[in-house]
């Protein structure tokens, strides 16, 4: 590892353990030669996955493009961003553990519609009116009708 400080190679390390979230190994090491130190990360090289649009491009997964749409549906709502991340979080483990390498970005809407619609009905619509593409004002008065008829059938069971 380089040192930041001096560019020098040799350095050691004085601690390692795991970071807060368990996905990468912190280490703490100290520049033999300047004897500075710093702080790297080791995590696992993992396949990008790979998104097929609704117009046939690919497009690499970008986590922060879901959590910006997500925080955009819930904003001035009450949901923590804490909530939020999580929800992301679960949502790309499930991506990971298709074991797919192309995955179609269908899957991902759905998935974050079906978890809003629990989550808060405000974001939910929110987001609906993007994925979509709500044209006009009675796409948004349908999406809404069967938002309120899934809640009725929900309450019967």
């Known amino acids: 590892m380089k040192c930041p400080y001096c560019g020098d190679l040799n350095n050691k390390v004085i601690d390692s353990r795991a970071s807060k ?13 300047c004897s500075h130190r710093f702080t790297t990360y080791e995590r696992l090289e993992e396949q990008p996955i790979m998104l097929i649009k609704k117009d046939g491009r690919r ?10 749409g997500i925080q955009k549906a819930c904003q001035k709502r009450p ?9 992301v979080d679960d949502l790309e483990r499930k991506l990971y553990d298709t074991c797919e390498k192309e995955i179609a970005s269908s ?13 808060d009905p405000v974001a939910y619509v929110r987001f609906a ?6 044209r006009n004002v ?20």
């Open 21 to 33: 979230d368990d996905n990468a190994v912190r280490r703490r090491r100290e520049c033999l030669s």
């Open 59 to 68: 497009e690499v997964f970008d986590r922060n493009k879901i959590l910006a």
């Open 79 to 87: 949901i923590s961003i804490n909530t939020i991340e999580e929800f």
């Open 107 to 119: 899957f991902i809407g759905e998935h974050v519609m079906e978890k809003l619609h629990v989550l």
């Open 129 to 134: 009116s993007v994925y979509r593409e709500f």
């Open 138 to 157: 009675n796409d948004f008065v349908g999406e809404l009708k069967n938002f309120l008829n899934g809640q009725k059938e929900d309450n019967k069971s």
